[in-house]
Antibody
Framework: QVQLVESGGGVVQPGTSLRLSCAAS????????MHWVRQGPGKGLEWVAL????????YYGDSVKGRFTISRDSPKNTLYLQMNSLRAEDTAVYYC???????????WGPGTLVTVSS | QSALTQPPSASGSPGQSVTISCTGT?????????VSWYQQHPGKAPKLMIF???KRPSGVPDRFSGSKSGNTASLTVSGLQAEDEADYYC??????????FGGGTKLTVL
């Protein structure tokens, strides 16, 4: 069965960096685009980034453009999110999700919490 | 770009039907048939309920249906059950490889 498991969250200070990982299993990872989506405490969902199945194209939401980088290691079945220059407003649960048809996300991980606080 | 507009809350009694709206613009909801709906129970990850406006993934009950008219998409839950109580989010492709979510609707089963 399809499984996505995020890791790497934690408490960090403003201005610092953090890298999240998402381990994928149960499907052919290299065939699917992958996304990161976040949810601030008590808030709604926000799309963060997309990487194509072959890693050739990457796209970002406006609030993270220039600070976050999405990448993947298909032989390791792992998705990454490098987050730099973190701000308090980046505090959220970060989910990785598999791309389905029509920009739907058909499988999600349980999420990892990132807290940016001094 | 602003988030899509959803009512903060909706409610219905068991067995009834309830419809949740999701309003955008001609640049997102109205411009593409790429509207999805997600169900999220407290402390859990979202679950895809509808994609491409009105398609149901395998395993989603046919009590859940989606539609769109102009710049507004809708999710209808028929035959409400206690387990349908959750937060519901719409999303829409907004062009230029960008995606917008709605602010979410808390559905209460009375």
């Amino acid at each position: 069965q399809v499984q996505l498991v995020e890791s790497g969250g934690g408490v960090v200070q403003p201005g610092t960096s953090l890298r999240l990982s998402c381990a994928a299993s149960g499907f052919t990872f290299r065939r699917y685009g992958m996304h990161w989506v976040r949810q601030g405490p008590g808030k709604g969902l926000e799309w963060v980034a997309l990487i194509w199945n072959d890693g050739s194209n990457k796209y970002y939401g406006d609030s993270v453009k220039g600070r976050f980088t999405i990448s993947r290691d298909s032989p390791k079945n792992t998705l990454y999110l490098q987050m730099n220059s973190l701000r308090a407003e980046d505090t959220a649960v970060y989910y990785c999700a598999r791309d389905s048809t029509g920009w739907g996300f058909d499988y999600w991980g349980p999420g990892t919490l990132v807290t940016v606080s001094s | 770009q602003s988030a899509l507009t959803q009512p903060p809350s909706a409610s219905g009694s068991p067995g009834q039907s309830v419809t949740i709206s999701c309003t955008g613009t001609s640049s997102d909801v109205g411009g593409y048939n790429y509207v999805s709906w997600y169900q999220q129970h407290p402390g859990k990850a979202p679950k895809l309920m509808i994609f491409e406006v009105n398609k149901r993934p395998s395993g989603v009950p046919d009590r859940f249906s989606g539609s769109k008219s102009g710049n507004t998409a809708s999710l209808t839950v028929s035959g409400l059950q206690a387990e349908d109580e959750a937060d519901y989010y719409c999303s829409s492709y907004a062009g230029s490889n960008n995606l917008l979510f709605g602010g979410g609707t808390k559905l209460t089963v009375l």
